[in-house]
């Protein structure tokens, strides 16, 4: 079988039906839980964390430290070109930056045409 999201080949006992399409695990999940990057409780949650072990203390691993260091190295990636730079799916991305946005290390910031750069959270808007 294969996944109508991501075109994966699936097991036909991995896939899954949803909303009329066949998903895998992955797509599911995402499906089901999407990525938010603006949710007030999640940043009030990080930012307490953060003050009750210091900045220096939270050590950012794996997916979220590349992202986290190719945004910062850079100042300014398009969102549309983090799957090929980082060698993820879109899905994974956007967990990702929720978590960064949570703890206010990056942001989006809308461009006139309508897309969307990711830039350091202290970053003047353009």
């Known amino acids: 079988m294969q996944c109508d999201r991501c075109n994966e080949t699936v097991e036909a006992g ?3 039906p949803h909303g009329g399409q066949t998903l895998c695990e992955r797509c599911l999940m995402d499906a089901l839980s999407p990525a ?3 949710d007030p409780w999640a940043v009030k949650l990080a930012k307490g964390a953060l003050a009750t072990s210091g900045e220096g203390a939270t050590e950012l691993k794996g997916l979220e ?3 986290c260091d190719l945004v910062t190295g850079r100042g300014r990636v398009p969102k549309k070109d983090l799957p090929g730079l ?3 799916p ?3 991305l956007d967990r990702a ?3 960064l946005r949570h703890m206010e290390l990056l942001r ?3 461009r006139p045409d309508g897309s ?3 830039v350091p959270f202290a970053a003047p808007a353009e």
């Open 14 to 16: 991995d896939a899954f």
């Open 36 to 38: 938010k990057a603006c």
């Open 65 to 67: 430290k590349a992202l």
């Open 86 to 88: 980082l060698g993820v």
């Open 90 to 92: 879109v899905g994974e």
């Open 97 to 99: 930056f929720a978590v």
């Open 108 to 110: 989006g910031d809308r």
């Open 116 to 118: 969307v750069d990711l």
